[in-house]
């Protein structure tokens, strides 16, 4: 799979598959549940993010070291995060004999992360220390 870099924005994801059962206990099959607008997967690997110009980056300061004139803003999405998305918004690919998604991060509408840690103390907290 480290052959693999997705570009851009994009983040790949492999969708969950096979039978799902609906609220009153009926089995739909995999080829119905594709069907739905919004399918969930895990998130494989994500793309470096999206493309910004680097305000540092000078074509006339030759003296300066070498910088890249772009840089990229980072997704919010990472590897291994539970993946809510748009499936028509989704690119279908088979590599290495699994189906994957394509998917632009704009079209992820919820992310559920296992090793989310909320924070201790917030800005908040600290405007009270202040005014104690």
Same mark, same amino acid.
């Given at each position: 799979?480290?052959?693999?870099?997705?570009?851009?924005?994009?983040?790949?994801?492999?969708?969950?598959?096979?039978?799902?059962?609906?609220?009153?206990?009926?089995?739909?099959?995999?080829?119905?549940?594709?069907?739905?607008?919004v399918q969930s997967g895990r998130v494989i690997k994500? %793309?470096?993010?999206?493309?910004?110009?680097?305000? =540092?980056?000078? $074509?006339?300061?030759?003296?300066?070291? @070498?910088?890249?004139? !772009?840089?990229?803003?980072?997704?919010?999405?990472?590897? %291994?995060?539970?993946?809510?998305?748009?499936?028509? =918004?989704?690119? $279908?690919?088979?590599?290495?004999?699994? @189906?994957?998604?394509? !998917?632009?991060?704009?079209?992820?509408?919820?992310?559920?992360?296992?090793?989310?840690?909320?924070?201790?103390?917030?800005?908040?907290?600290?405007?009270?220390?202040?005014?104690?």
């Open positions: 799979m480290s052959e693999l870099i997705v570009v851009g924005d994009r983040v790949l994801i492999e969708p969950h598959v096979g039978e799902q059962k609906t609220d009153s206990g009926l089995l739909l099959p995999a080829s119905v549940a594709e069907q739905k607008n994500t %793309g470096p993010g999206y493309l910004t110009p680097n305000p =540092e980056y000078s $074509e006339t300061e030759t003296w300066k070291e @070498t910088e890249t004139p !772009v840089r990229y803003l980072p997704l919010q999405a990472r590897e %291994g995060d539970l993946a809510f998305f748009v499936r028509k =918004e989704a690119v $279908e690919i088979r590599y290495e004999d699994t @189906t994957y998604l394509i !998917v632009p991060h704009s079209a992820i509408l919820a992310l559920i992360r296992q090793d989310a840690t909320e924070p201790t103390s917030g800005p908040l907290d600290d405007l009270e220390d202040l005014l104690d």
